[in-house]
């Protein structure tokens, strides 16, 4: 098993890249300047109605933000890890060694999620300071647990963009892949949703009510997206560590995949997925 | 130990009737190959003919359609990591990584083949001991090239694959290979290589075999592929004057298969036993030979005969 050559040699030299310093950056104006706007701009309605910003409310905040600029550094860190290897022939030099092509699979997701996390931790550090400054009654655990489960989504992003990169050998396909995957999760997938829900029903939204098959149907294509997922797991760590108990309130007879948990059952899928398609994909093909 | 194999003289690569296709172009078509441990194989052919598609189904880059391919007594495709344990590649159209040191690019390759080399003694065997800290990225072709062979050389291969190793290798840099490649091969590796340029392999191949269009069309040392192509040799023949009909006299002799004539300069391509007959063929014409003497057949010629291209 060679996966950690790989991953390492992939780490040090996209760790050296120009676009990952400038990533990193973007990140820590991010993190920042979204935990000032959180707070001091357009604060969330409940804590109006409290007057205080309290760490929880303030992540609840940064999670919309999060949910779009966290996915947009994991494919842009991502996307060229085996097709610009292709289109370069850099390939058939890492292939030429005893690599399998799931070593290289393998290592390659290891070490551009290495390089995001690096970037990550880089980016929240600095939005800790602000955060920390900011908040009423700032919670380090709370705050920790948010990078975390933010850190969990990228590494989505990154399987997603290393398994795209694993079916093209063109570096702008992958783009096209990748970024075209995100939005779909982002912006389309409520639509689909409501799509499947409205054929589900006989092409009508008539008479679908909460609780009912089709609206538990709706919430499961909901929660499948990574983005909801990743807006469900981290709402559901933060209040664990906060003890807030109206975590708990989820009723007893909901279906499982409302409970908050389960949207790490999604990230892992999420993250599975892409790389096994895009190794079979790799696997398969003539270089 | 390592050559535990040797013993039963087993084929270092072994193709057995490979054809492969890419939509309608049928790179391969039926290749029958066999390469003897120890030996050094020159692979020719012009671009084009099927010689990267070989090497890239020794290293399972590309899977044959039909055929059976086994590279060190093991199948090329299912078992190609344990292969690739074992045999050193340059191969062609890479790329190196930009942003990492000539060193981390050994250390790479030492990483990946699990042996416990030390990075700096294999760039010092290619000549790169002096940029070893510098990134790859600012090399030049040949030091690329450099670079990829230390990284082949990583763990003593039992085989050396090498895929046109001299281009962008200047003259020097192309005798230091040779040099490489003969030490490797005193060691008891393999070396499989291929080039365009029948002249490169000329000087350190024991076989070589051409491929043409897809089929292999010769397998044979330097001198058999000289005799198949028949009229290995050439007379020449310096005369004080040409006699009349000289050519269609020479000609009707056994043996001579060409006759050109230049000014008082005969060139007769003949079987190495006519040679005399032809001399005094010629005196018997009339004509006083002040001189003569015998060429080989231009490489290129050769290689020509074979691929049916222009030297």
């Excluded at chain 1, 390939?91 to 060694?97: A, D, H, R």
């Excluded at chain 1, 008479?207 to 909801?228: A, C, R, V």
């Amino acid at each position: 098993m060679s996966w950690q050559a790989v991953a390492e040699k992939d780490f040090r030299d996209a760790i050296r890249s120009r676009l990952l310093v400038v990533l990193t950056v973007l990140f820590a104006l991010f993190s920042a300047g979204a935990a000032y706007v959180v707070t001091e701009i357009d604060p969330p309605q409940q804590a109006a109605f409290t007057g205080e910003v309290t760490t929880f409310l303030l992540i609840v905040g940064l999670l919309q933000a999060t949910a779009v600029f966290i996915p947009i550094v994991a494919i842009a860190a991502a996307y060229r890890s085996l097709a610009g290897e292709r289109e370069s022939g850099s390939l058939k030099l890492l292939l030429s060694l005893p690599n399998g092509r799931l070593d290289v699979v393998v290592g390659k997701f290891l070490g551009r999620a290495g390089v995001v996390a690096v970037a990550l931790f880089v980016g929240f550090a600095v939005g800790i300071v602000v955060t920390a400054s900011l908040a009423d009654a700032f919670s380090a655990p709370e705050y920790l647990a948010f990078v975390g489960v933010s850190l969990l989504f990228a590494f989505v992003f990154v399987a997603i963009a290393v398994g795209v990169s694993a079916f093209t050998a063109s570096t702008s396909r992958a783009a096209y892949g990748s970024f075209g995957l995100f939005v779909v999760f982002q912006f389309l997938w409520g639509v689909l949703a409501q799509g499947i829900a409205y054929a589900a029903n006989g092409f009508s939204f008539e008479g679908i009510e909460q609780g009912d098959t089709i609206f538990n149907l709706f919430q499961l294509i909901q929660i499948l997206s990574p983005t909801t997922a990743y807006q469900q797991g981290a709402r559901w760590v933060i209040r664990l560590i906060a003890e807030e108990q109206e975590a708990q309130q989820a009723a007893a007879d909901a279906p499982f995949f409302l409970e908050d948990w389960f949207g790490f059952v999604v990230l892992a899928f999420w993250i599975v997925v892409p790389l096994a398609a895009g190794y079979l994909r790799f696997e398969a093909s003539d270089l | 130990m390592r050559r535990a194999e040797a013993a039963y003289n087993m084929a270092a690569i072994e193709l057995d009737g490979v054809e492969k296709s890419f939509g309608d172009v049928r790179a391969l078509r039926g290749v029958d190959l066999e390469v003897e441990e120890g030996e050094i194989f020159g692979f020719l052919g012009p671009n084009g003919a099927g010689k990267s598609t070989t090497i890239n189904v020794l290293l399972d880059f590309v899977r044959p359609d039909a055929g059976s391919v086994r590279v060190l007594g093991r199948d090329a495709r299912e078992e190609s990591v344990a292969v690739r344990e074992r045999t050193g590649v340059l191969p062609e159209g890479f790329d190196i990584y930009d942003r990492l040191t000539a060193r981390e690019h050994v250390a790479f390759a030492i990483d990946s083949k699990g042996t416990d080399d030390a990075p700096y003694p294999v760039l010092e065997r290619v000549g790169l001991q002096d940029a070893a800290e510098r990134k790859a990225g600012g090399f030049s072709t040949g030091m690329r090239q450099r670079l990829a062979l230390a990284m082949a050389l990583v763990g003593e291969p039992e085989l050396l694959i090498l895929d046109e190793p001299s281009s962008g290798l200047d003259p020097n840099g192309a005798r230091e290979l040779r040099e490489i490649v003969n030490q490797e091969a005193d060691d008891g590796t393999t070396v499989f290589f291929s080039s365009h340029i029948l002249g490169q392999v000329e000087a350190v191949c024991d076989r070589v075999g051409i491929i043409r269009e897809g089929e292999l069309v010769a397998v044979d040392t330097i001198e058999g592929l000289r005799e198949n192509v028949g009229g290995g040799s050439t007379l020449v023949v310096e005369v004080d004057s040409v006699p009349e009909d000289a050519a269609h006299h020479l000609k009707s002799l056994d043996g001579v298969s060409e006759v050109t004539i230049e000014g008082t300069t005969l060139r007769i391509t003949c079987e190495d036993d006519m040679k005399m007959d032809a001399i005094q063929e010629l005196e018997a014409q009339g004509a006083e030979v002040s001189d003569f003497s015998t060429e080989e057949a231009p490489l290129e010629d050769l290689f020509a005969a074979y691929t049916g291209e222009e030297a």
